[in-house]
């Protein structure tokens, strides 16, 4: 585990953002406070995902919407790929049922391409694509989120799409913690195939107690870098072990001290508006602004973001039965 041992290097950091205003202005708006509330959003994306290894879409849907009602979790954001409303029958009523029930949507493109593999003009034609489906639904808010957090490899394709989006009056609906949610939800997948008994408390344990340690890896990276806890975005996907541990996980986190507030709340947090000039964005927002600041990149990858290193935790813990090598899941 990276440590980021000292005060000094915060200041250190700081005093390097001197040179660019915007992280200047980060810095001098954020005092760290011991006692500052944390806040965090969550969003969902991929929405709206086809039948799991537990649920069907419907059951899923009806699910989180019910866990965020209980928790009294408002406007989180859902991520639409607007591709899966042409294999989803219920699609349509399933992103219906997320606005009624007070939360939003917004574009994860039609298709999901990555950039680094799509030529700009492809790649824009796909978001316009989406925007055009999204357009038939109420509660749609102006952010883009990019497929597999990829925002290309070169500076010129990356900003070439930034300034598309842009033009289209789309915001970069980051994330500030990244984590292997999907490749969570693949393990469970691979269990019920194996026909073993699932132990719904042991999942949820581990997938709450893997999430949590990666929300505190980025706040403490936040705080080491920034000098105060941004408003975080947590990256979920709209899986079934979202829709059978949500209630877990919303408990963690106001155990943890968390509170809740709506995504478009946390995306007015400075940390929006500050574009960290690096190609190193798959890991979100604090990642990044870390890395442009110069941290060292191995430094900025929880440990859980590793498809071996989950498989062994899942294993030893009893939830998989044995090591397989269908581990061939794709990262969504
Ligand atoms: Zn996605």
């Not at 029930?101 to 917004?106: F, I, T, V």
């Not at 680094?116 to 978001?127: H, R, S």
Request: charged fraction near 25%.
């Amino acid at each position: 585990m990276p440590s980021f041992p000292s005060a000094f290097r915060s200041a250190r950091l700081c005093s390097l953002a001197v040179l660019l205003v915007p992280m200047l202005v980060l810095c001098a708006s954020g005092p760290a406070a011991a006692d500052q509330q944390r806040r965090i959003a969550l969003t969902f994306d991929d929405a709206p995902r086809g039948a799991g290894p537990l649920f069907s879409g419907v059951v899923r849907t009806q699910r989180i919407v019910d866990h965020l009602d209980a928790g009294a979790v408002e406007g989180a954001l859902f991520f639409v790929t607007t591709a899966n409303l042409e294999r989803e029958a219920d699609g349509r009523a399933r992103l219906v049922s997320y606005v009624e029930a007070g939360h939003r949507l917004a574009n994860h493109s039609h298709s999901h391409p990555w950039l680094w593999k799509t030529g700009v003009d492809d790649y824009l034609a796909d978001v316009d694509r989406a925007s055009e489906v999204l357009a038939t639904f109420d509660g749609v808010a102006p952010y883009f989120r990019y497929p597999y957090l990829d925002e290309g490899r070169t500076v010129a394709r990356r900003d070439a799409v930034r300034a598309g989006l842009a033009e289209r009056g789309l915001r970069n609906g980051h994330v500030t913690v990244d984590n292997y949610d999907w490749f969570m939800n693949a393990l469970l997948a691979e269990a019920v195939r194996s026909g073993r008994a699932i132990d719904e408390a042991a999942w949820c344990s581990a997938y709450t107690s893997i999430l949590i340690d990666g929300i505190e890896f980025y706040d403490r990276i936040a705080r080491e870098t920034l000098g105060r806890s941004p408003q975080h975005v947590l990256l979920l996907h709209e899986n079934d072990l979202a829709a059978l541990c949500l209630d877990d996980l919303i408990a963690a986190l106001k155990d943890g001290g968390w509170a809740f507030v709506p995504a478009e709340t946390a995306f007015g947090d400075p940390i929006a508006a500050w574009i960290p000039d690096t190609l190193f964005n798959g890991q979100g927002r604090v990642a990044a602004l870390a890395a442009a600041a110069g941290q060292p990149l191995r430094t900025l990858v929880h440990e859980s973001e590793d498809e071996a290193w989950l498989r062994r935790r899942f294993q030893s813990l009893g939830l998989l039965s044995e090591p397989t090598r269908s581990d061939a899941a794709g990262k969504p």
